[in-house]
């Protein structure tokens, strides 16, 4: 990994660590509080959010690193991307702690606004994400061997977890604003396996190629290795893809 951490890669690793830290406290709160784990109003959603979100801050502030990006871009970015972050997980979290849904509720004018400032925000991720993607590929990554194809392949992969989190609240907004409320909740679960299998790719695959660059295999091995481990992840996300379909 780089060595030299630039301030706003240090604000993004803070911002990540603390919300990873929110998704382990809900989970003791969970533990206390007790309450049903799966539903559109649980201790879950903060749970995971937290620890989804956390995570994938620092992998993209890492990953990025390898992307031939201005400095001053991708700064820019990065803290957006931090701030969107922030606003996703504290607008979940709060609505945990309302005892109300956090995605799709239009039941009040205060719920309606969060739900839609929500769905905002992942507007701007889906924009942001899609902007470090199409620079992968625009431009070979930097790193040791089989990082540009770990890097590569993990934004690709990351887009479809994008387009099914895009899927899932248009479909879901449609639903709620044409007075179908409690099947706007339900319409999310075929999506949410395939959503969070690809939604990680960026951080498993890079975080592998690298881990090899420490063994003394030869780079020829390692890439060999690098390339398998993408035809699984592929398969997975296909397989998931498929199950949404006959489910949907």
């Not at 801050?57 to 992307?67: E, H, K, N, Q």
């Not at 400095?71 to 945990?96: H, K, M, N, P, Y």
């Not at 061997?145 to 895009?166: P, Y």
Request: aromatic residues 8%.
């Amino acid at each position: 990994m780089k060595l030299h951490v630039r301030p706003a890669e240090r604000l993004c690793h803070v911002i990540g660590a603390l919300l990873i830290l929110s998704g382990l406290v809900h989970l003791v709160v969970f533990a206390v509080d007790g309450g049903p784990w799966y539903g559109p109003v649980s201790w879950r959603k903060p749970v995971t959010f937290g620890l989804s979100f956390g995570a994938t801050l620092i992998a993209v502030t890492w990953v990025t690193s390898y992307l031939r990006i201005g400095a001053r871009l991708r700064t820019v970015l990065l803290v957006v991307f931090a701030a969107d972050c922030v606003v996703e997980v504290g607008g979940i979290t709060l609505q945990a702690w309302r005892r109300v849904p956090s995605h799709l509720d239009m039941e009040t004018p205060f719920d309606t606004a969060v739900s839609m400032m929500l769905a905002v925000g992942g507007g701007v991720l889906v924009v942001l994400l899609t902007v470090f993607a199409v620079t992968s590929f625009r431009h070979r990554p930097t790193g040791p061997r089989g990082m540009a194809l770990a890097v590569r392949s993990g934004f690709a992969i990351m887009l479809v977890a994008l387009a099914s989190g895009a899927a899932m609240i248009a479909r879901g907004v449609v639903l709620a604003r044409t007075g179908h409320q409690e099947a706007a909740y339900h319409s999310t679960a075929p999506l949410k396996p395939l959503h969070g299998v690809s939604l990680h790719a960026v951080l498993v695959l890079p975080a592998l190629a690298w881990l090899l660059s420490r063994t003394s295999w030869n780079e020829t091995v390692r890439l060999r290795v690098v390339k398998v481990a993408v035809g699984c992840y592929v398969v997975a996300v296909a397989g998931a893809g498929v199950c949404a379909v006959l489910t949907y």
